[in-house]
């Protein structure tokens, strides 16, 4: 049990929607990553955010983007979804150094 | 930069066997490594994780890596398979870069374990 909690569980959106995907920290946790994880593959790291403010990227275009709220939660948004947009979608914690702490995902399927 | 090969993308033990999932990283600066479990349908479980101290690291459910510099690994072992070890492994390899700490993700080892 990591404390970080994801919602919802499932998602199908069709091409063009747009997607919120939250996710709820434990209290201090302060740094929260967003990574993508297709099938059969490992996660990519899509970007992460300090104290609300982002403060990394990776390789994600800017229909990607996310908030991080005072309440140590956040939110994944994306833009004109594409299908290569169908992937489960991670939220990690970090109360400070180099661990992070994994919810159980959300599950994206694009039509 | 920083990378992580993971050599096989399935393996298969019998249970009681012993389990070796294998960890090759490339880091420009010194590495924090981890392994990682994960489950059908879940989100990834911290295994164990090394951040310069000890080179053997003991971690959850059994499981122990070694980190050996001259050779780049990290390499996930444990002594006795158990059926419910059955999981998806991944290595992952952290740095601090640009102000910011991110994983940086091997493809996966698929464990499977047979009676």
């Known amino acids: 049990e990591t404390g970080v909690t994801q919602s919802p569980t499932h998602l199908i959106k069709t091409r063009g929607q747009q997607v919120t995907l939250r996710c709820s920290s434990q209290?201090?946790?302060?740094?929260v990553s967003w990574y993508q994880q297709a099938l059969g593959q490992g996660p990519q790291f899509i970007f992460q955010y300090y104290r609300e403010e982002e403060n990394g990227r990776g390789n994600f275009p800017p229909r990607f983007s996310g908030l991080q709220f005072p309440n140590y939660s956040s939110e994944l948004n994306v833009n004109a979804l594409e299908l290569d947009d169908s992937a489960l979608y991670l939220c990690a914690s970090t109360p400070g150094g180099d661990t992070q702490y994994f919810g159980p995902g959300t599950r994206l399927t694009v039509l | 930069a920083q990378s992580v090969t993971q050599l096989g993308s399935h393996v298969s033990v019998s249970e009681g066997a012993l389990v070796l999932l294998r960890c090759n990283y490339s880091s420009s600066v010194p590495p924090y490594l981890f392994w990682y479990v994960q489950y059908p349908n879940q989100g990834l479980q911290l295994l164990l994780k090394?951040?310069?101290?000890?080179?053997l690291v003991k971690g959850i459910n059994g499981f122990e890596a070694e980190f050996k510099k001259s050779e780049t690994s990290f390499h996930l072992t444990k002594p006795s398979a158990h059926m419910s070890d059955a999981a998806e492994y991944f290595c992952?390899?952290?740095?601090?870069?640009?102000?910011?700490?991110?994983?940086?993700f091997g493809a996966g080892t698929r464990l499977a374990v047979h009676p």
């Open positions: 992952a390899v952290s740095g601090l870069s640009g102000g910011y700490n991110k994983l940086i």
């Open positions: 209290s201090g946790h302060n740094t």
């Open positions: 090394y951040t310069s101290a000890a080179t």
